[in-house]
């Protein structure tokens, strides 16, 4: 069992241009997360997902899109990247939205924007 | 509104010697308390958590936390430190009426010194 796989590991990327950052779970979890890891701020939600079908915005949402087509993949969007979108990207998922289940990372997507 | 605090950024520690990593939070409601550790270029690993019942929760390659309603602490312990526990943890908060995702705190850096 895999878990959570993310692609690419890592990427630099010109500003303006477009990106998708890539990730599938095989544990059948219904919810989805984005975070991005900066130095000294922790994680910051950027979008989450309850269910397929069905996406919502977090914390850090701005320049930032999401879909939920099916249960197993959740991609990320830059629409046109910024030198500030510079970051570590996590993607996790729980059993649920709500209640007491632990969360499972991805190993993670560095990106850098020049 | 949810947040958590781990009021030291570094904790130095030698091997063989208890360890403690702080953790505070805030929620409206009562929490779901986690704790995940990050080795260098790894994703998040879950480590333990808190739902009800006893104070004292253990979890994964020995650690431990003891939640405290009244001070709202969840502090991360392990009674001997290891070399191979240095890593980057981080405190997570989920409200248990009212929250649907996990907050984070900023991390705190454990190096366990030969």
């Known amino acids: 069992i895999a878990g959570i796989t993310q692609a690419p590991t890592s990427q630099i990327l010109a500003a303006g241009r477009r990106m998708t950052l890539r990730c599938t779970q095989d544990?059948?979890?219904?919810?989805m997360y984005w975070y991005r890891q900066d130095l000294g701020l922790g994680l910051r939600l950027i979008h989450y997902?309850?269910?397929?079908?069905?996406?919502g915005k977090g914390e850090v949402p701005d320049g930032y899109s999401v879909s939920r087509a099916n249960t197993d993949d959740f991609p990320l969007t830059l629409a046109s990247a910024v030198p500030s979108q510079t970051s570590v990207y996590f993607c996790a998922s729980s059993e649920g939205l709500v209640g007491s289940a632990e969360q499972f990372f991805g190993p993670g997507t560095r990106l850098t924007v020049l | 509104a949810q947040s958590v605090a781990q009021p030291e950024d570094q904790v130095n520690v030698a091997e063989g010697n208890p360890l403690t990593v702080k953790c505070t939070y805030s929620?409206?409601?009562?929490?779901?308390l986690f704790w995940y550790v990050q080795y260098p270029n790894r994703g998040l690993q879950f480590l333990l958590k808190?739902?009800?019942?006893?104070?004292l929760v253990k979890g994964s390659y020995g650690f431990e936390a003891e939640f405290n309603k009244s001070q709202t602490s969840f502090h991360l312990k392990k009674p001997s430190a290891l070399v191979s526990d240095s890593a980057l943890y981080f405190c997570?908060?989920?409200?248990?009426?009212?929250?649907?995702?996990?907050?984070f705190g900023p991390g705190t850096r454990l190096s366990v010194l030969p």
């Open positions: 997902s309850n269910t397929a079908g069905t996406t």
């Open positions: 808190y739902i009800t019942g006893d104070n």
């Open positions: 544990m059948r979890h219904n919810a």
């Open positions: 997570a908060v989920r409200d248990r009426n009212y929250g649907q995702n996990f907050v």
């Open positions: 929620v409206s409601g009562n929490p779901y």
